[in-house]
T-cell receptor, first 110, second 113 residues
């Protein structure tokens, strides 16, 4: 079945850029997503990219998609302490199903 | 501000008891998903409904779990009997079948002692 992998932890200094990486196995995924989860909360959709795009920018967020390598990344510019959370990569399966990675815990320190 | 609501937010119960979790999808959304989140397994899809009909419940242990949508405004996930390994956070999400996004509820944290 579909597999989505992410590194588990990332630590950055406040003001720096954060880059969270994700790899997936199913090249037929139509949409690829980034969700954010803060402690004790549900998942919040940050952004998504259609599989025929290679880049999408939304304010401080930049998503890059390399279909050949099946690699997705999320760059957060000027990372703030409020960005500390778990970030999930997800890809669409059949019937709008989402297949999630294990999540990357982002820690932002002064 | 439309959002998915889930009740209860927290549930502590003893092994063998029945547990029912409820979800109210965003008004007008015709797809509903149930996910389970644990430290070991991460986020797993349990069941998926479209227009109240179950399309996929292959991720759900059939012997003890059941999911239904009595009407378009209510989805339920029932565990009977509950076991300690069912302890997890259960999320409901809703969306449009024609749409791209899934909107998640705040989750129900279930602890089975």
């Amino acid at each position: 079945g579909e597999d989505v992998e992410q590194s588990l932890f990332l630590s950055v200094r406040e003001g720096d850029s954060s880059v969270i990486n994700c790899t997936y196995t199913d090249s037929s995924s139509t949409y690829l997503y980034w969700y954010k989860q803060e402690p004790g909360a549900g998942l919040q959709l940050l952004t998504y990219i259609f599989s025929n795009m290679d880049m999408k920018q939304d304010q401080r967020l930049t998503v890059l998609l390399n279909k050949k390598d099946k690699h997705l990344s999320l760059r957060i510019a000027d990372t703030q302490t409020g960005d500390s959370a778990i970030y999930f990569c997800a890809v669409s399966g059949g019937y709008n199903k989402l297949i999630f990675g294990a999540g990357t815990r982002l820690a932002v320190h002064p | 501000d439309a959002r998915v609501t889930q009740t209860p937010r927290d549930k502590v119960t003893e092994m063998g008891q029945e547990v029912t979790m409820r979800c109210q999808p965003i008004l007008g959304h015709n797809t509903v998903f149930w996910y389970r989140q644990t430290m070991m397994q991460g986020l797993e899809l349990l069941a998926y409904f479209r227009n109240r009909a179950p399309l996929d419940d292959s991720g759900m242990p059939k012997d003890r779990f059941s999911a239904e949508m009595p009407d378009a405004t209510l989805a339920t996930l029932k565990i009977q009997p509950s076991e300690p390994r069912d302890s997890a956070v259960y999320f409901c999400a809703s969306g449009l079948a024609s749409g791209v996004e899934q909107f998640f509820g705040p989750g129900t944290r279930l602890t089975v002692l």
